[in-house]
Nanobody
Framework: QAQLVESGGGSVQAGGSLRLSCEVS????????IGWFRQVPGKQREGISC???????TYVDSVKGRFAVSRDKVRNTVFLQMNGLKPEDTAIYYC?????????????????WGQGTQVTVTS
């Protein structure tokens, strides 16, 4: 059974950095895409990055140039390095076995998700 566990969230001042981790089990990163998402209360869960096993990562425009995804197959972990953080980056961040621009109800039951990790950026 696929499992994902996020960690690394916290509170940071604007301009600071955080590195989120998504540790996976039950499947191999060699063959699986991993999507990073974020969600604020009352809004949809937004896809911000997609890490693919056989291609370079993709990013939504709002994080391009500031966020970077990497994979460590030995540790079965996907990382999201976040630099130049802004208050509007404040959200709960999730990783998943799906890549999509907006995660809807159809994605919740069909794909695996982590529990989320809170990121708070203060001005």
């Amino acid at each position: 059974q696929a499992q994902l566990v996020e960690s690394g969230g916290g509170s940071v001042q604007a301009g600071g950095s955080l590195r989120l981790s998504c540790e996976v089990s039950g499947f191999s990163l060699d063959y699986q895409v991993i999507g990073w998402f974020r969600q604020v209360p009352g809004k949809q869960r937004e896809g911000i990055s997609c890490s693919m096993p056989d291609a370079g990562p993709t990013y939504v425009d709002s994080v391009k140039g500031r966020f970077a995804v990497s994979r460590d197959k030995v540790r079965n972990t996907v990382f999201l390095q976040m630099n130049g953080l802004k208050p509007e980056d404040t959200a709960i961040y999730y990783c998943s076995t799906v890549c999509t621009s907006v995660a809807g109800p159809e994605h919740m039951g069909k794909f695996s998700w982590g529990q989320g990790t809170q990121v708070t950026v203060t001005s």
